[in-house]
T-cell receptor, first 115, second 115 residues
Framework: NAGVTQTPKFRVLKTGQSMTLLCAQD?????MYWYRQDPGMGLRLIHY???????AKGEVPDGYNVSRLKKQNFLLGLESAAPSQTSVYFC??????????????FGQGTRLTVV | AQTVTQSQPEMSVQEAETVTLSCTYD???????LFWYKQPPSRQMILVIR????KQQNATENRFSVNFQKAAKSFSLKISDSQLGDAAMYFC????WGYGNKLVFGAGTILRVKS
């Protein structure tokens, strides 16, 4: 099982460039999330989705957009990259399930550097 | 606002000894879940242990156990017989049931294991 796969693993962007990070999961999970990880701040939620065609803002949504056109994919877009968006980005998914199904599964992260 | 506080940026432990990582959280909810995640240098997020808030019994997974004090909103992780492979960043996280069932993370604690 592939689980949660993020593409690309590494990327360097120039200020003002745009890019899209792809997250794909093969577990038929309803919920998907995008986090960013910065030193001393842990993981902070950018955007999330509770199902195909839905998206919602998290804690730090500014400068990012997302789309969930297919249940298995969750895309994170940066329209005009800024140095402040240099970070490690994680995608995660979980089933809607019952109270017992509480584990979130994470991708391996994307290290993005904006110069 | 939901917050998770890990007051120890770094901890060190001698191989085979025991170490405790601290975590406090702030919520007004009565039904929630708490987690400890391990992040080794590979960046992969690995679930170590979980605790349901309605259970008074502390969770245990092999060498990992928690001390859950609901009234004090404290959720510490104890690692017994520490091994070199335990060296990693450890994140405490909290989720409450609601729209999106979102995970909220602490800033993390770097654990170093000395041989």
């Amino acid at each position: 099982n592939a689980g949660v796969t993020q593409t690309p693993k590494f990327r360097v962007l120039k200020t003002g460039q745009s890019m899209t990070l792809l997250c794909a999961q093969d577990m038929n999970h309803e919920y998907m999330y995008w986090y960013r990880q910065d030193p001393g701040m842990g993981l902070r939620l950018i955007h999330y989705s509770v199902g195909e065609g839905t998206t919602a803002k998290g804690e730090v949504p500014d400068g990012y957009n997302v789309s969930r056109l297919k249940k298995q994919n969750f895309l994170l877009g940066l329209e005009s990259a800024a140095p402040s968006q240099t970070s490690v980005y994680f995608c995660a998914s979980r089933t809607q399930g019952t109270l017992l199904n509480t584990e979130a599964f994470f991708g391996q992260g994307t290290r993005l550097t904006v110069v | 606002a939901q917050t998770v506080t890990q007051s120890q940026p770094e901890m060190s432990v001698q191989e085979a000894e025991t170490v405790t990582l601290s975590c406090t959280y702030d919520t007004s909810e009565s039904d929630y879940y708490l987690f400890w995640y391990k992040q080794p240098p590979s960046r992969q997020m690995i679930l170590v242990i979980r605790q349901e808030a309605y259970k008074q019994q502390n969770a245990t997974e092999n060498r990992f156990s928690v001390n859950f004090q609901k009234a004090a909103k404290s959720f510490s992780l104890k690692i017994s017989d520490s091994q070199l492979g335990d060296a990693a960043m450890y994140f405490c996280a909290y989720v409450k049931w609601g729209y999106g069932n979102k995970l909220v993370f602490g800033a993390g604690t770097i654990l170093r294991v000395k041989s």
